[in-house]
């Protein structure tokens, strides 16, 4: 059954961003598809969230301070970015910095100066500058997260935590066949834009040597170890000195003096009787991966790669074109985007189960958003442990290949993890930094329901809010029963508010929050 | 809640209609639902009920001051170059001579070890590691994870030992790790689940709030992962999850209640190997099926003032094993028992400047049990010039070294009795460890 339009944008503002509200499904049902698409594209009309004051203030402690509670950093980071998740008018942006970060996995473990990290996470939202080392809202001519692929391989090349990371700080000239450390230019090319093989014809996009060349010519690309009025090394440096000027014999062509030949080459690379580019289906199949479907057919992976090729007539290399290509309705690739086999087949990650949560939970009808996740010692600490138990640690991917997604997030282990961080979330009060209940079920127009206990109700209205469809006969049949259930030893005032913090455990444990 | 099998649930429930595209693992159970017990556990491809126990020693463990050189030019080589770390002569625990003569011994922390290893029960396997030496820890550990030199494979070398011979297993247990909430490597498989108990096998639980209202939450939980909606692939294996987790939990923590501890059998509260041991113990004597358990002791990253804590680890670890294996006995499991230790590099053999030693290359390992052939294998490295990496100071991989692999092919051909060359992609020279 092909979906209505209403479950098409419930689809799209679960894939596009982390989930919507009911109130803003019907906003958004009333703007029509189309005006959400765009809205969704064209999200630099909206503000963005600003940067976490005690995240910022943190930049500017001496090392030795810093590394004493880095790991609180990191804490706080990671609350800021999933509160931004959750809170943003921008949601494509913040999925998009989710994807580069999943992409161009970078972990803190692999870091020196752990700072780094949040400037790279500023440097995939368009915010940092690397030739100055400057936090800029926005900065001018960074490409991140949806402009000039070609621009982002260059800004990425320049990213102070990819330099030390991948070592590429220790490339220096070496001879004609190679830099000193080719770490940084094998990964350029295997995960960062092409692949190994060509997605679609499966055949290899680049021999050992093309990336022993690309090493030669990232020599000296590396970040300055003081600059004025920093604390930590942030500043990128093309250090003329350790440079091999070329020229280099890469991916069939000869010449060059820079990098510039390295990335101009790779989007451009095509493998023989090929139409599209190896990079254009590389990051079509990861985009539709990650927003659509696994395993997407080779003529939607093609039709990405022509828009990210310009093939017709478009700005060549831009994201935002492709992921347009994406959402909007009347083309081969949005069609699959919006089809049935789209449709909730996407399992969260950690992050996303996380943020959905939050989103949907805080929500304040008055205000028409979230509150957004609390930066109060609990909840940080029970979220950093819970995501650690569900898999994921955003800045901590567990390698530069980063997290294996789909099924590869579902295990016993994490079925736990997410049952019990639901639990443990919907444990606190209030006042601790939990969800504010009372005013969601004043909101929500639910008191009577519940002391006339009118079971049915409250099951439909969650099933609404968390799943975004009707129970089926047997889960509504299964959580009404529940309800029903008298805990033992429960004192009367309280048994009602455990009752329907149990509910929402049970819903966000479902099958159906799992998914998107 | 009711001691009853997801598999009876999802008989109950009327879980019929196979969806194409389930995993294999969700097929088998499905047609297993179906079709009574044509398949039943015992279908296991591996023939044997044997048990293998991992140790991992994280970080690097210092072989050099574990298994120390008594006689010959690594003796005098060894306190020359360890001003400060080389252990006492006469604190070293004599062991014996390795075949190219040379005399070692144990570290004196090792006591407990060097009493199993007199009754037969201890393989001390030196030099070990692979050509071409790794000495970062994530990549080093991941060759030895994988049995892949290049590092890339994605799952490991039991994992694929799972896969290969429980291909239709019903057991959620198969494999239990306890070493923290990530799965190691080493288990990841395509098929088989494993699950990451962490460290405490009483936490592993599903958490309610209130604990009273435990059995109305589970009996909802199971009834919405029962029911089928539709036919619809990924709903339906989150559900196979969820019920596999429900039964694993359940069979966990019921059979962990029926471990009774030996008062003689003291495992020290201070000693988190021990610790991890005892609950290996618990899994084991609720005889559940399953068959490897995984266990990690960190540490051993000692760059820096090396000898305190490197001592405590070796006690600990020595300990640890000899208590555990006492409560094999006692239970009388210690006949199909294998344990066995790694670490991703041994240490250089010149001590640094800071009372420490710095990644390396090579170092022994050990294989402990009653149906290990207790001894001395391989030669314990030479620690001449010409024999150590150039500028690197640490023990080049050479003919007289043993290949990890040569390990786990052992392992899995005589203690699994499964081809070893398809997992670890190739053919490795067997050890005589075992007698089996």
């Given at each position: 059954?092909?979906?209505?339009?209403?479950?098409?944008?419930?689809?799209?503002?679960?894939?596009?961003?982390?989930?919507?509200?009911?109130?803003?499904?019907?906003?958004?049902?009333?703007?029509?598809?189309?005006?959400?698409?765009?809205?969704?594209?064209?999200?630099?009309?909206?503000?963005?969230?600003?940067?976490?004051?005690?995240?910022?203030?943190?930049?500017?402690?001496?090392?030795?301070?810093?590394?004493?509670?880095?790991?609180?950093?990191?804490?706080?980071?990671?609350?800021?970015?999933?509160?931004?998740?959750?809170?943003?008018?921008?949601?494509?942006?913040?999925?998009?910095?989710?994807?580069?970060?999943?992409l161009?996995?970078?972990?803190?473990?692999?870091?020196?100066?752990?700072?780094?990290?949040?400037?790279?996470?500023?440097?995939?939202?368009?915010?940092f500058?690397?030739?100055?080392?400057?936090?800029?809202?926005?900065?001018?001519?960074?490409?991140?997260?949806?402009g000039?692929?070609?621009?982002?391989?260059?800004?990425?090349?320049?990213?102070?935590?990819?330099?030390?990371?991948l070592?590429?700080?220790?490339?220096?000239?070496?001879?004609?066949e190679?830099?000193?450390?080719?770490?940084?230019?094998?990964?350029?090319?295997?995960?960062?834009?092409?692949?190994?093989?060509?997605?679609?014809?499966?055949?290899?996009?680049?021999?050992?040597?093309?990336?022993?060349?690309?090493?030669?010519?990232?020599?000296?690309?590396?970040?300055l170890?003081?600059?004025?009025?920093?604390?930590?090394?942030?500043?990128?440096?093309?250090?003329?000195?350790?440079?091999?000027?070329?020229?280099?014999?890469h991916?069939?062509?000869?010449?060059?003096?820079?990098?510039?030949?390295?990335?101009?080459?790779?989007?451009?690379?095509?493998n023989?009787?090929?139409?599209?580019?190896?990079?254009?289906?590389?990051?079509?199949?990861?985009?539709?991966?990650?927003?659509?479907?696994?395993?997407?057919?080779?003529?939607?992976?093609?039709?990405?790669?022509?828009?990210?090729?310009?093939?017709?007539?478009?700005?060549?290399?831009?994201?935002?074109?492709?992921l347009?290509?994406?959402?909007?309705?009347?083309?081969?690739?949005?069609?699959?985007?919006?089809?049935?086999?789209?449709?909730?087949?996407?399992?969260?990650?950690?992050?996303?189960?996380?943020?959905?949560?939050?989103?949907?939970?805080?929500?304040?009808?008055?205000?028409g958003r979230?509150?957004?996740?609390?930066?109060?010692?609990?909840?940080?600490?029970?979220v950093?442990?819970?995501?650690?138990?569900?898999?994921?640690?955003?800045?901590?991917?567990?390698?530069?290949?980063?997290?294996?997604?789909?099924?590869?997030?579902?295990?016993?282990?994490s079925?736990?993890?997410?049952?019990?961080?639901?639990?443990?979330?919907?444990?606190?009060?209030v006042?601790?930094?939990?969800?504010?209940?009372?005013?969601?079920?004043?909101?929500?127009?639910?008191?009577?329901?519940?002391?006339?206990?009118?079971?049915?109700?409250?099951?439909?209205?969650?099933?609404?809010?968390?799943?975004?469809?009707?129970?089926?006969?047997?889960?509504?049949?299964?959580?009404?029963?529940y309800?029903?259930?008298p805990?033992?030893?429960?004192?009367?005032?309280?048994?009602?508010?455990?009752?329907?913090?149990?509910?929402?455990?049970?819903?966000?444990?479902?099958?159906?929050?799992?998914?998107? | 809640?009711?001691?009853?099998?997801?598999?009876?649930?999802i008989?109950?429930?009327?879980?019929?209609?196979?969806?194409?595209?389930?995993?294999?693992?969700?097929?088998?159970?499905?047609?297993?639902?179906?079709?009574?017990?044509?398949?039943?556990?015992?279908?296991?491809?591996?023939?044997?009920?044997?048990?293998?126990?991992?140790?991992?020693m994280?970080?690097?463990?210092?072989?050099l001051?574990?298994?120390?050189?008594?006689?010959?030019?690594?003796?005098?080589?060894?306190?020359?170059?360890?001003?400060?770390?080389?252990?006492?002569?006469?604190?070293?625990?004599?062991?014996?001579?390795?075949?190219?003569?040379?005399?070692?011994?144990?570290?004196?922390?090792?006591?407990?070890?060097?009493?199993?290893?007199?009754?037969?029960?201890?393989?001390?396997?030196?030099?070990?590691?692979?050509?071409?030496?790794?000495?970062?820890?994530?990549?080093?550990?991941?060759?030895?994870?994988?049995?892949?030199?290049?590092?890339?494979?994605?799952?490991?070398?039991?994992?694929?030992?799972?896969?290969?011979?429980?291909?239709?297993?019903d057991?959620?247990?198969?494999?239990?790790?306890?070493?923290?909430?990530?799965?190691?490597?080493?288990?990841?498989?395509?098929h088989?689940?494993?699950?990451?108990?962490?460290?405490?096998?009483?936490?592993?639980?599903?958490?309610?709030?209130?604990?009273?209202?435990?059995?109305?939450?589970?009996?909802?939980?199971?009834?919405?992962?029962?029911?089928?909606?539709?036919?619809?692939?990924?709903?339906?294996?989150?559900?196979?999850?969820?019920?596999?987790?429900?039964?694993?939990?359940?069979?966990?923590?019921?059979?962990?209640?029926?471990y009774?501890?030996d008062?003689?059998?003291?495992?020290?509260?201070?000693?988190?190997?021990?610790?991890?041991?005892?609950?290996?113990?618990?899994?084991l004597?609720?005889?559940?099926?399953?068959?490897?358990?995984?266990?990690?002791?960190?540490?051993?990253?000692?760059?820096?003032?090396?000898?305190?804590?490197?001592?405590?680890?070796?006690?600990?670890l020595?300990?640890?094993?000899?208590?555990?294996?006492?409560?094999?006995?006692?239970?009388?499991?210690?006949?199909?028992?294998?344990?066995?230790?790694?670490?991703?590099?041994?240490?250089?053999?010149?001590?640094?400047?800071?009372q420490g030693?710095?990644?390396?290359?090579?170092?022994?390992?050990?294989?402990?049990?009653?149906?290990?052939?207790?001894?001395?294998?391989?030669?314990?490295?030479?620690?001449?010039?010409?024999?150590?990496?150039?500028?690197?100071?640490?023990?080049?991989?050479s003919?007289?070294?043993?290949?990890?692999?040569?390990?786990?092919?052992?392992?899995?051909?005589?203690?699994?009795?499964?081809?070893?060359?398809?997992?670890?992609?190739?053919?490795?020279e067997?050890?005589?460890?075992?007698?089996?």
């Open positions: 059954m092909p979906l209505d339009e209403y479950d098409k944008i419930a689809h799209l503002l679960r894939r596009a961003g982390f989930t919507a509200h009911p109130d803003e499904l019907d906003a958004a049902a009333a703007r029509g598809l189309q005006a959400t698409v765009e809205e969704l594209l064209n999200f630099e009309r909206f503000p963005d969230v600003p940067p976490d004051p005690e995240v910022l203030a943190a930049l500017d402690l001496p090392q030795s301070d810093f590394d004493r509670n880095r790991g609180d950093f990191l804490n706080k980071l990671t609350r800021w970015w999933l509160h931004v998740m959750a809170t943003t008018p921008r949601p494509l942006q913040e999925k998009m910095v989710l994807f580069w970060h999943g161009f996995a970078t972990s803190v473990a692999g870091l020196e100066f752990w700072q780094q990290i949040y400037l790279q996470n500023e440097n995939f939202r368009g915010n500058d690397p030739d100055t080392g400057q936090l800029l809202r926005p900065a001018p001519g960074n490409p991140f997260p949806v000039n692929f070609r621009r982002m391989l260059e800004y990425l090349s320049k990213d102070p935590a990819m330099l030390y990371w070592d590429n700080q220790f490339n220096v000239k070496k001879n004609s190679v830099g000193s450390n080719e770490n940084y230019a094998r990964e350029l090319h295997e995960l960062f834009s092409m692949g190994v093989e060509d997605v679609v014809a499966k055949v290899p996009n680049y021999t050992e040597r093309d990336i022993r060349q690309a090493s030669r010519a990232l020599t000296g690309w590396r970040v170890p003081r600059a004025a009025g920093f604390t930590f090394p942030r500043v990128f440096s093309f250090d003329a000195t350790r440079h091999d000027f070329g020229p280099y014999e991916l069939g062509k000869r010449g060059g003096n820079n990098a510039d030949f390295i990335f101009d080459n790779i989007v451009r690379h095509r023989p009787g090929q139409k599209q580019s190896a990079v254009g289906r590389f990051l079509g199949y990861r985009l539709f991966k990650f927003f659509g479907y696994e395993d997407p057919e080779p003529e939607i992976i093609n039709a990405l790669a022509d828009v990210f090729d310009g093939a017709n007539g478009e700005e060549p290399f831009n994201i935002r074109n492709m347009r290509t994406i959402f909007t309705p009347g083309n081969l690739v949005s069609e699959a985007f919006y089809s049935e086999r789209a449709f909730r087949a996407h399992v969260k990650s950690p992050t996303e189960y996380v943020v959905s949560l939050v989103r949907l939970l805080t929500f304040d009808r008055a205000t979230p509150d957004g996740l609390s930066p109060s010692p609990n909840v940080r600490r029970l950093q442990n819970g995501m650690l138990q569900m898999g994921q640690q955003l800045f901590m991917p567990p390698d530069v290949s980063g997290w294996r997604e789909g099924l590869a997030w579902i295990s016993t282990t079925i736990l993890a997410r049952f019990n961080f639901a639990n443990d979330i919907l444990a606190l009060q006042t601790q930094g939990g969800i504010d209940l009372t005013r969601l079920l004043v909101q929500a127009g639910l008191q009577d329901a519940l002391s006339q206990q009118r079971y049915g109700e409250v099951v439909d209205f969650f099933a609404r809010l968390l799943w975004q469809s009707p129970p089926s006969a047997d889960a509504r049949e299964a959580l009404i029963a309800l029903q259930a805990i033992p030893n429960a004192s009367s005032s309280t048994v009602g508010d455990l009752k329907i913090r149990g509910l929402i455990h049970l819903m966000l444990a479902a099958p159906d929050f799992h998914l998107s | 809640m009711n001691k009853t099998t997801r598999r009876e649930f008989k109950r429930s009327g879980m019929t209609v196979l969806s194409v595209g389930l995993s294999q693992q969700a097929f088998w159970r499905h047609v297993r639902a179906a079709s009574e017990s044509v398949l039943t556990r015992a279908a296991a491809l591996s023939p044997t009920d044997r048990i293998l126990v991992v140790i991992q994280d970080g690097g463990n210092d072989g001051n574990t298994v120390i050189p008594l006689s010959g030019s690594a003796a005098s080589l060894y306190r020359q170059y360890r001003p400060t770390l080389a252990i006492p002569e006469a604190n070293i625990l004599p062991l014996g001579e390795d075949a190219a003569g040379t005399l070692i011994g144990f570290h004196p922390n090792l006591l407990p070890l060097q009493r199993l290893y007199e009754q037969g029960h201890v393989a001390v396997v030196q030099s070990v590691g692979y050509p071409n030496p790794n000495r970062s820890h994530f990549a080093s550990q991941d060759i030895w994870h994988t049995a892949d030199p290049e590092g890339r494979k994605r799952t490991g070398w039991l994992g694929d030992y799972l896969d290969v011979a429980f291909p239709s297993s057991n959620p247990l198969l494999a239990v790790s306890l070493a923290g909430t990530r799965l190691p490597l080493t288990l990841r498989a395509e088989v689940l494993v699950p990451a108990i962490g460290s405490v096998v009483a936490n592993y639980q599903f958490r309610t709030q209130p604990p009273s209202d435990h059995q109305n939450k589970m009996r909802a939980f199971l009834a919405l992962n029962r029911e089928t909606a539709s036919e619809h692939r990924l709903r339906e294996q989150i559900q196979l999850v969820a019920l596999d987790a429900v039964e694993s939990v359940e069979m966990l923590q019921s059979g962990i209640q029926r009774t501890s008062p003689t059998i003291v495992y020290n509260t201070q000693n988190r190997l021990a610790q991890a041991l005892q609950q290996v113990a618990q899994i004597a609720a005889r559940l099926g399953t068959r490897i358990l995984y266990v990690s002791l960190g540490g051993f990253d000692t760059h820096q003032s090396q000898a305190t804590p490197h001592e405590r680890l070796l006690a600990y020595s300990e640890a094993i000899a208590t555990f294996y006492a409560d094999l006995v006692r239970l009388g499991l210690d006949d199909r028992v294998l344990l066995m230790t790694w670490s991703e590099f041994g240490r250089k053999v010149v001590e640094n400047g800071n030693t710095d990644h390396g290359t090579v170092s022994p390992q050990f294989l402990i049990g009653t149906r290990v052939k207790g001894g001395i294998v391989g030669e314990h490295p030479s620690l001449r010039a010409e024999d150590l990496n150039p500028g690197l100071g640490d023990p080049k991989f003919v007289r070294s043993i290949d990890f692999r040569s390990i786990y092919a052992t392992i899995l051909e005589k203690w699994f009795l499964v081809d070893s060359r398809e997992i670890l992609g190739g053919a490795f067997l050890l005589d460890v075992l007698q089996v």
